[in-house]
């Protein structure tokens, strides 16, 4: 008899259920707390009954990025303008249409990083690890978002790939150094203490000091448009 009620709630799971249940636990607790055992407690069934819907930790971590960039998707698909256009072949997109639609996915990308700060870092090592054409279809999609606006804004395939990679390297490396673990002890009200900028040899890094409280502020969205404005300052020189 007491093994029914764990019955019953496996016989519900889905892989759905159980990804979400994984982000749930690495909201609140990290990713260094999750694991197979602490998700199915979460979701209160034994933890072989994972496996058939996530076979291993590593397949966790990808699903993890999946359900993030799902998160992306679906909002996009919300969006008015080239910014929600999935399929190629649509109307050709302007200049000033390219631009608003390449913020409108970085804004996306980085409120949907800002609800989940323990896990955004995945997202940009995760997709690393296996070949283009594994990689989940919700980070794939996202990639062919960009790619058909960029043509569709009458990009050749060589400026196309240029911005697609700098577009990128720009919004998801300064997602992840954004949202990085600065504090040292959330505890602490003195700020320098919090900081932990005592364990910092002055002599060795002063800059790192001096700086500490300003790195340890969110840029937010405002410096991420502006860098992304003066990464993409060159397109419109080139197609003038």
């Not at 008015?80 to 913020?103: F, N, Y």
């Amino acid at each position: 008899m007491s093994g029914e009620p764990s019955t019953a709630r496996r016989g519900r799971l889905t892989r759905e259920r159980v990804l979400r249940a994984a982000l749930t636990v690495a909201d609140a607790e990290g990713l260094a707390a999750l694991s197979m055992r602490r998700v199915a407690v979460e979701l209160g069934v034994e933890t072989m009954a994972l496996y058939r819907y996530t076979e291993s930790k590593d397949d966790l971590l990808d699903g993890l990025v999946e359900t993030l960039f799902l998160e992306v998707e679906e909002r996009l698909s919300k969006a008015p303008g080239p910014t929600g256009a999935e399929a190629p072949g649509g109307p050709p997109v302007g200049l000033p249409a390219l631009r608003d639609a390449l913020h409108g996915i970085a804004r996306e990308l980085y409120r949907v990083a800002v609800e989940h700060p323990n896990v955004i870092s995945l997202c940009a090592s995760r997709p690393l690890t296996v070949p283009l054409a594994r990689r989940p279809l919700a980070v794939l999609r996202v990639h062919e978002r960009l790619l058909t606006l960029l043509r569709a804004a009458g990009l050749d395939d060589a400026a196309a790939l240029r911005v697609y990679r700098a577009f990128l390297s720009w919004v998801l490396g300064y997602v992840v150094i954004d949202l990085r673990a600065v504090v040292d002890d959330p505890d602490e009200p003195e700020p320098a203490f919090r900081l932990g900028l005592h364990r910092l040899p002055a002599r060795d890094f002063p800059m790192l000091r001096a700086y500490g409280p300003a790195l340890a502020e969110r840029g937010g969205e405002e410096q991420l448009a502006a860098g992304l404005d003066a990464l993409l300052g060159s397109l419109g020189r080139r197609h003038a």
